[in-house]
């Protein structure tokens, strides 16, 4: 009898820990309770087999689902309008009623015309639905955006009742539920991956401590976000602060230089170009002395990647390693992070030789006026 008991609960306890800690909710946990849907179009859970939240939505999962919202809705149309560098789909939803539908054409004319000075004042403004454009997660680890657009998507396509329809009558929204494909790819693939059945908010847990490159970038590993003044004068809202500090990072991108390979620092190179890659936006000055300066940016320096207009000046003919005599040794300044986490294999003999040779620098070669 009392084996008998601790077996069952032995079992009970298996049970439990093969029963996930939270359950799924309800779709009215997201949307209005009291709403009415058209039963033939399907809901996000029906058609993912799990319900938002539970799982990260993965960016074909997402696709797949907005397009079939398109097939079974007649308030929602579908448009390709790109593919990432990975040759993920970019896809936009045009989403009124039918009868917007049937006259997309007069809509978008009728807006044109608010953009020309001598017709805006007579333009139809009542006969004219307002468009709204609505872009999910720039950022691929910030998911909730793109999460949320498929249940976005779902009230507008299936809800029923005045409120819906009037808001459809009155309005041609863009939907567009995912601005980063690949970045969005690669984060759901790591946090579905490391996610267990009881959930972990501990912010160390590795669910939540994604490795680099992390799905904030693209495929290029660059931040997307290009909101760079025209100017540097002209006014500028102190929310675009960010996104303007943003629009000239430098989020890993290959660069050329130009190697004195005579130089004991350039032991091992030849007069080929050294790709590099940088990831930040520090600039070095050529140093006085023109014996010190054995590594710079070529005169059209990128390769593969982003870099602004403005960084691009800068870049253009920088030093990517000054060595500095200081007292009896030598300082070697490197403007970037050359061997970031050792996989950038091109500059581990730079690395090396600034741990070797340095020393051996001619003083008259590396004294600089400060």
Sequence with gaps: MRVHRLLTIALLGLVTLGTPALGGVSLDYYLPADTEF???????????????????????????????????????????????????PLVVLTI????????????????????????????????????????????????????????????????????????????????????????????????????????????AHREHTEAWPQGRFNHYWFDLIDAAPDSVFAPRPYAMLDQDRGAQVIGGAIFS?????????GFGYGPDPLPVLRRGGLFFRPADNPYATPVRYSADALLSGYISLANAELLAGSAGVVVVAVGKGRVVLIADELAFRAFWFGTNKLIANAVFFAPIVDHAAASIKR
Excluded: C
């Excluded at 859970?45 to 689902?65: C, K, N, R, T």
């Design 257 to 265: 230089t130009d190697v004195d390979y005579t130089h004991p620092l």
């Design 38 to 88: 058209d039963e033939g179009i399907p809901t996000p859970e029906e058609f993912l087999g799990y319900q938002i939240g539970e799982w990260h939505v993965s960016h074909d999962q997402l696709v797949a689902y907005v397009r079939e919202l398109a097939r079974t809705s007649d308030r929602v149309r579908i448009e390709e309008y790109a593919r990432s560098h990975e040759k993920r």
């Design 96 to 203: 009124t009623s039918p009868e917007n539908h049937d006259r997309l054409q007069q809509i978008q004319q009728q807006h044109l015309t608010l953009s020309d000075p001598s017709a805006s004042a007579t333009a139809p403004l009542e006969q004219m639905p307002v468009v709204a454009y609505m872009g999910y997660s720039i950022h691929g680890n910030e998911a909730s955006g793109s999460n949320a657009a498929p249940l976005v998507a779902y009230w507008l396509a299936a809800a029923q009742g005045d409120q819906v329809e009037g808001l459809l009558r009155d309005a041609v929204i863009l939907l567009d539920p995912s601005y980063n494909p690949d970045g969005l790819s690669r984060f759901t693939h790591w946090a579905n991956m490391h996610r267990g059945r009881q959930l972990v908010a501990d912010p």
